[in-house]
């Protein structure tokens, strides 16, 4: 167990509807981060909070979107969903902008 | 940008032997961090071990052991002593130590790694 919680672990949905993913950081860790694996790939890096900011951003589409809270959980957007978009999320957090990564379980996105 | 590329989509090794991951890199950075990552049947990514860029020394972790070359881009995964419990995907990182970019990790296509009986 990595001390990272995501919620739910799993989503099914139809195209075109909004979702929101969960993400409680590890207790300390300050970073937060965004990772879509879609089936047999590897991690795409999606968005990075740090302390309530965004930090850096990756490949996201406009759709979606992502905040981290003051208690520093964060949560994931993702609108006018495609049957695309049907995805392992991930969310990891780590205690700066440096260094490991810890992962959540992911939550698994189907889209109908 | 940096890239990361794992030659080898699956390997397999006997039980008991010993297998080695493939991983190369591109970066124009000098300071950065890479990682191994696996990933199990049950899709939770678990780290295994990490290597930092400035120091020489090859990272252990148990069983577990790379080979860094920095002037190659190279940062291989040796399994020493393989387990059942050690099949699984295996992803090689890369993230940089700069902060501007150290959101920003960067993940291979990954490993599929099969442990024979």
């Known amino acids: 167990d990595s001390g990272v919680t995501q919620t739910p672990k799993h989503l099914i949905t139809a195209t075109g509807q909004r979702v929101t993913l969960r993400c409680s950081p590890r207790?300390?860790?300050?970073?937060v981060y965004w990772y879509q694996q879609s089936l047999d790939q590897g991690l795409q890096f999606l968005i990075q909070?740090?302390?309530?900011?965004?930090?850096a951003k990756g490949n996201i589409l406009e759709r979606f979107s992502a905040q981290q809270f003051p208690d520093l959980h964060s949560e994931l957007n993702l609108s006018s969903l495609e049957l695309g978009d049907s995805a392992l999320y991930f969310c990891?957090?780590?205690?700066?902008?440096?260094?490991?990564?810890?992962f959540g379980p992911g939550t698994r996105l189907t889209v109908l | 940008a940096q890239t990361v590329t794992q030659s080898q989509p699956e390997m397999s090794v006997q039980e008991a032997e010993t297998v080695t991951l493939s991983c190369t890199y591109d970066?124009?950075?000098?300071?950065?961090?890479l990682f191994w990552y696996k990933q199990p049947p049950s899709r939770q990514m678990i780290l295994v071990i990490r290597?930092?860029?400035?120091?020489?020394q090859n990272a252990t972790e148990n069983r577990f052991s790379v080979n860094f070359q920095k002037a190659a881009k190279s940062f291989s995964l040796k399994i020493s002593d393989s387990q059942l419990g050690d099949a699984a995907m295996y992803f090689c990182?890369?993230?940089?130590?700069?902060?501007?970019?150290?959101?920003?990790?960067?993940f291979g296509d990954g490993t599929t790694l099969t442990v024979k009986p």
């Open positions: 290597q930092e860029a400035y120091k020489q």
């Open positions: 909070y740090y302390n309530g900011e965004e930090r």
């Open positions: 207790s300390g860790d300050l970073s």
């Open positions: 990891a957090s780590s205690p700066n902008s440096r260094g490991e990564q810890f």
């Open positions: 990182a890369y993230r940089s130590a700069y902060s501007t970019n150290a959101g920003k990790s960067t």
């Open positions: 970066t124009s950075e000098s300071d950065y961090y």
